[in-house]
């Protein structure tokens, strides 16, 4: 390119003005070495935009230099240049294309030759029927390139066969034997006797030998590849994506690294900038490589307001629900585990301290130190991930939750410092977003960030509070508790149906809210408890408001409930006639089991034989117990099954029934348990011991598996009932890690 920069700064020896180059001075074909076909699009596209930056002439072909009037003094300037640029895409196109591709402007054949040869062109689709005709001429090297049989290949001797088309998707040799890492052998023998240029050689779907090494994480294939031909990781497929956007998207963090390290940007390519840019950090987020994504963030801050086609990188973050630990749904076990794993979080990069020709340096974050005590607590962690495979896991969950989080902090930070009309504009849709799937994260950051936004509404006039209230999302709810002095008047505001806030507490939630709570009944009473609670933090005039269809919040809460007050009280029903039945079996037995007690009575006086025994005693008491409480629990299920089944019923009244039956039938079952276990003891000799003890063991059995299935329900229920821990209860939102 030293030439090309040479000639463009000598003047042309005619005596015009013009200030471009002379065709005698400067000979495309010593910088565009190929002639355009349809497999090599995008390699002559770069050297041919390469040349034509270099020469200062792109402004022709971009339209930034229109063509002047013909009677203009500056037409005759424009046509020789003009003219020069076409020469040029004259001598680097096949003949055959000539007549149909090179009339008009310069520009115009450029938009043309893009249309015609790009790899959404129809031309592609009857030159792939021309293509394919021969296929059956290269089975046995399409066969050696998938086996990576490079002594079967190297006896195909037909000329040009590694550049031979022998797939129906247009693939070479070189690009089926890049797919897998096992082809080592094979691709550097191919990369070998191939030309620079034909190693970009792309599919139907423009892809690249590159491409599909970074799809596959091929790393060594990568590397054969660009060390041969170092332009291949700038040719774009047919969605515009580089081999850096393919290995984004695949999730490929060893070659994202390797192909950082040889894309770099200069005054023609921009690859992290733009529409490229925005595309690379949505495919990292998608990939969850948010430690590579806040490092190209911090480098390139523009991209926080950027957006493709399909959602901005706040819309793409706000919708991850694994990537915070209110999407991660962990056991009892897996919880405590988390919580008590203690990380040292890396710093990440500084990229005003990096060179910007050292990419791999400028998206790593910079090796911690760590002390002798920190190097031991890591060396036992890592001896206890391998005993217990599932700890690392979880660390690493937690590791992820940790970089996300920073990655949404310095992005929102970023579109905060915008002016505010384009700063509500972005924030508004991922608020909505995380509102919507629950993500109080990111509700909370972006409130932390751009206090404004708890003003912000949608395209239905709704704030994020309305959403969190129609979709039952507790977490995002608890955040109005920050705003004590607004809240009234955020649940005063209506939607463009009039809703306010209470409305959409009457509105019954979506299936998909409703059955995190086990049975019809409780979750009729968790949508009370919704009701009541926006109730009480709405304005008292909020309670008589009408909406456009001319309801008020009691009035849409009735209507769109009734078939949750029938589920329920099917619910209900159901259930106290399985535990009656199951609570007069426990009456019975035990009552029986009073009268003919172990050991039998004294003929003469009555006694029970075994009476001095203290393990009588036990006997008794179990048997009384077991007797009150289930007789208890027959009662409550009982007075369950004469309910009227109101609709208000569902709060307290019902539930605590319930809660009280299950709880006595439980106890009753464990007393039953009991008394059976002391009546073996004393009918067996103490030789035997080991008898009562085996079977009371297997005794306890149903009780355990009663306990187990039945105590979180409720658990969930006396939690609903009383409150306690009842997340929407609480004044302060449990907050998030800084």
Same mark, same amino acid.
């Given at each position: 390119?030293?030439?090309?920069?040479?000639?463009?700064?000598?003047?042309?020896?005619?005596?015009?003005?013009?200030?471009?180059?002379?065709?005698?001075?400067?000979?495309?074909?010593?910088?565009?070495?190929?002639?355009?076909?349809?497999?090599?699009?995008?390699?002559?596209?770069?050297?041919?935009?390469?040349?034509?930056?270099?020469?200062?002439?792109?402004?022709?072909?971009h339209g930034e230099i229109p063509q002047?009037?013909?009677?203009?003094?500056?037409?005759?300037?424009?046509?020789?240049?003009?003219?020069?640029?076409?020469?040029?895409?004259?001598?680097?196109?096949?003949?055959?294309?000539?007549?149909?591709?090179?009339?008009?402007?310069?520009?115009?054949?450029?938009?043309?030759?893009?249309?015609?040869?790009?790899?959404?062109?129809?031309?592609?689709?009857?030159?792939?029927?021309?293509?394919?005709?021969?296929?059956?001429?290269?089975?046995?090297?399409?066969?050696?390139?998938?086996?990576?049989?490079?002594?079967?290949?190297?006896?195909?001797?037909?000329?040009?066969?590694?550049?031979?088309?022998?797939?129906?998707?247009?693939?070479?040799?070189?690009?089926?034997?890049?797919?897998?890492?096992?082809?080592?052998?094979?691709?550097?023998?191919?990369?070998?006797?191939?030309?620079?240029?034909?190693?970009?050689?792309?599919?139907?779907?423009?892809?690249?030998?590159?491409?599909?090494?970074?799809?596959?994480?091929?790393?060594?294939?990568?590397?054969?590849?660009?060390?041969?031909?170092?332009?291949?990781?700038?040719?774009?497929?047919?969605?515009?994506?580089?081999?850096?956007?393919?290995?984004?998207?695949?999730?490929?963090?060893?070659?994202?690294?390797?192909?950082?390290?040889?894309?770099?940007?200069?005054?023609?390519?921009?690859?992290?900038?733009?529409?490229?840019?925005?595309?690379?950090?949505?495919?990292?987020?998608?990939?969850?490589?948010?430690?590579?994504?806040?490092?190209?963030?911090?480098?390139?801050?523009?991209?926080?307001?950027?957006?493709?086609?399909?959602?901005?990188?706040? @819309?793409?973050?706000? !919708?991850?629900?694994?990537? =915070? &630990?209110?999407?991660?749904? %962990?056991?009892? $076990?897996?919880?405590?585990?988390?919580?008590?794993?203690?990380?040292?979080?890396?710093?990440?990069?500084?990229?005003?301290?990096?060179?910007?020709?050292?990419?791999?340096?400028?998206?790593?974050?910079?090796?911690?130190?760590?002390?002798?005590?920190?190097?031991?607590?890591?060396?036992?962690?890592?001896?206890?991930?391998?005993?217990?495979?599932?700890?690392?896991?979880?660390?690493?969950?937690?590791?992820?939750?940790?970089?996300?989080?920073?990655?949404?902090?310095?992005?929102?930070?970023?579109?905060?410092?915008?002016?505010?009309?384009?700063?509500?504009?972005?924030?508004?849709?991922?608020?909505?977003?995380?509102?919507?799937?629950?993500?109080? @994260?990111?509700?909370? !950051?972006?409130?932390?960030? =751009? &206090?404004?936004?708890?003003? %912000?509404?949608? $395209?239905?006039?709704?704030?994020?509070?309305?959403?969190?209230?129609?979709?039952?999302?507790?977490?995002?709810?608890?955040?109005?508790?920050?705003?004590?002095?607004?809240?009234?008047?955020?649940?005063?505001?209506?939607?463009?149906?009039?809703?306010?806030?209470?409305?959409?507490?009457?509105?019954?939630?979506?299936?998909?809210?409703?059955?995190?709570?086990?049975?019809?009944?409780?979750?009729?009473?968790?949508?009370?408890?919704?009701?009541?609670?926006?109730?009480?933090?709405?304005?008292?005039?909020?309670?008589?408001?009408?909406?456009?269809?001319?309801?008020?919040?009691?009035?849409?809460?009735?209507?769109?409930?009734?078939?949750?007050?029938? @589920?329920?009280?099917?619910?209900?029903?159901?259930?106290?006639?399985?535990?009656?039945?199951?609570?007069?079996?426990?009456?019975?037995?035990?009552?029986?089991?009073?009268?003919?007690?172990?050991?039998?009575?004294?003929?003469?006086?009555?006694?029970?034989?075994?009476?001095?025994e203290k393990s009588f005693l036990i006997?008794?008491?179990?048997?009384?117990?077991?007797?009150?409480?289930?007789?208890?629990?027959?009662?409550?299920?009982?007075?369950?099954?004469?309910?009227?089944?109101?609709?208000?019923?569902?709060?307290?009244?019902?539930?605590?029934?319930?809660?009280?039956?299950?709880?006595?039938?439980?106890?009753?079952?464990?007393?039953?348990?009991?008394?059976?276990?002391?009546?073996?003891?004393?009918?067996l000799e103490l030789k035997q011991i080991?008898?009562?003890?085996?079977?009371?063991?297997?005794?306890?059995?149903?009780?355990?598996?009663?306990?187990?299935?039945?105590?979180?329900?409720?658990?969930?229920?006396?939690?609903?009932?009383?409150?306690?821990?009842?997340?929407?209860?609480?004044?302060?939102?449990?907050?998030?890690?800084?």
């Open positions: 390119m030293a030439s090309s920069s040479s000639s463009s700064s000598r003047k042309c020896p005619c005596p015009c003005p013009c200030p471009c180059p002379c065709p005698s001075e400067v000979n495309v074909t010593n910088f565009v070495s190929i002639k355009l076909s349809r497999t090599n699009y995008s390699i002559w596209r770069r050297q041919m935009l390469k040349f034509i930056v270099s020469q200062g002439l792109d402004g022709f072909i002047p009037d013909k009677k203009s003094p500056g037409y005759q300037d424009w046509e020789r240049s003009d003219s020069l640029l076409r020469s040029w895409f004259k001598s680097t196109i096949g003949e055959c294309e000539h007549d149909a591709t090179l009339q008009g402007t310069a520009e115009s054949i450029w938009t043309k030759l893009g249309n015609n040869f790009g790899q959404s062109s129809g031309y592609w689709q009857e030159a792939r029927k021309e293509a394919c005709k021969d296929l059956n001429r290269y089975l046995l090297l399409h066969e050696a390139a998938l086996n990576g049989d490079w002594e079967a290949a190297r006896k195909f001797n037909e000329k040009d066969a590694f550049r031979a088309i022998i797939t129906e998707h247009w693939e070479t040799a070189l690009i089926v034997a890049c797919r897998s890492v096992k082809r080592k052998h094979f691709v550097k023998e191919l990369v070998e006797r191939m030309s620079p240029d034909d190693l970009g050689l792309a599919d139907r779907f423009g892809l690249t030998a590159l491409h599909v090494a970074a799809g596959a994480d091929n790393i060594e294939a990568a590397k054969l590849l660009v060390n041969k031909n170092p332009d291949l990781p700038y040719l774009s497929d047919a969605d515009r994506s580089l081999p850096l956007h393919r290995a984004a998207l695949f999730g490929r963090k060893k070659m994202v690294h390797y192909l950082l390290t040889v894309t770099k940007e200069d005054d023609l390519e921009k690859p992290f900038e733009g529409d490229s840019g925005v595309k690379l950090l949505r495919f990292l987020i998608d990939s969850r490589l948010y430690d590579i994504a806040l490092n190209l963030l911090k480098r390139y801050p523009n991209l926080a307001s950027g957006s493709d086609c399909i959602a901005s990188p706040l @819309e793409a973050i706000a !919708v991850k629900r694994s990537a =915070f &630990p209110s999407g991660t749904s %962990l056991n009892l $076990w897996q919880q405590m585990v988390y919580s008590g794993i203690s990380l040292k979080l890396e710093n990440f990069a500084n990229h005003n301290k990096r060179d910007t020709e050292n990419p791999q340096d400028m998206f790593n974050s910079r090796t911690p130190h760590f002390t002798v005590k920190q190097k031991i607590t890591a060396g036992i962690l890592r001896v206890a991930e391998i005993l217990v495979p599932q700890l690392k896991h979880i660390r690493e969950e937690k590791v992820i939750h940790h970089q996300a989080l920073e990655f949404l902090k310095h992005l929102c930070k970023e579109v905060a410092k915008l002016d505010y009309i384009q700063a509500c504009e972005i924030f508004e849709e991922p608020l909505t977003l995380a509102a919507d799937t629950g993500i109080h @994260e990111v509700v909370k !950051v972006i409130f932390d960030s =751009f &206090p404004n936004a708890v003003y %912000l509404r949608d $395209w239905r006039e709704r704030t994020v509070f309305h959403v969190a209230i129609m979709n039952r999302c507790e977490n995002v709810f608890k955040l109005i508790y920050q705003f004590e002095e607004l809240r009234h008047v955020i649940f005063a505001v209506k939607d463009k149906k009039e809703n306010t806030g209470l409305h959409f507490a009457g509105r019954l939630a979506r299936r998909q809210s409703r059955t995190s709570v086990p049975g019809a009944a409780l979750q009729m009473q968790r949508e009370l408890h919704w009701f009541k609670e926006v109730e009480r933090l709405s304005w008292p005039q909020d309670k008589d408001q009408k909406n456009k269809d001319n309801k008020t919040p009691q009035e849409l809460f009735n209507k769109t409930h009734e078939d949750l007050v029938r @589920e329920g009280e099917r619910w209900m029903r159901e259930t106290a006639n399985s535990c009656t039945i199951v609570a007069a079996l426990v009456a019975t037995v035990v009552f029986a089991a009073a009268i003919t007690v172990p050991g039998g009575n004294n003929q003469d006086s009555g006694v029970p034989i075994l009476s001095k006997f008794i008491i179990s048997d009384a117990c077991a007797l009150f409480t289930s007789t208890f629990s027959l009662l409550m299920f009982l007075f369950i099954l004469t309910s009227r089944f109101a609709q208000e019923d569902f709060l307290y009244s019902l539930p605590k029934r319930l809660i009280y039956g299950l709880v006595s039938l439980f106890l009753s079952i464990i007393f039953m348990m009991t008394a059976f276990a002391v009546t073996l003891y004393l009918m080991w008898i009562p003890i085996l079977v009371a063991a297997l005794a306890y059995l149903p009780v355990t598996i009663f306990a187990w299935l039945q105590f979180p329900p409720l658990l969930d229920m006396i939690k609903s009932t009383y409150g306690f821990g009842s997340s929407i209860y609480w004044k302060k939102s449990d907050g998030i890690p800084s």
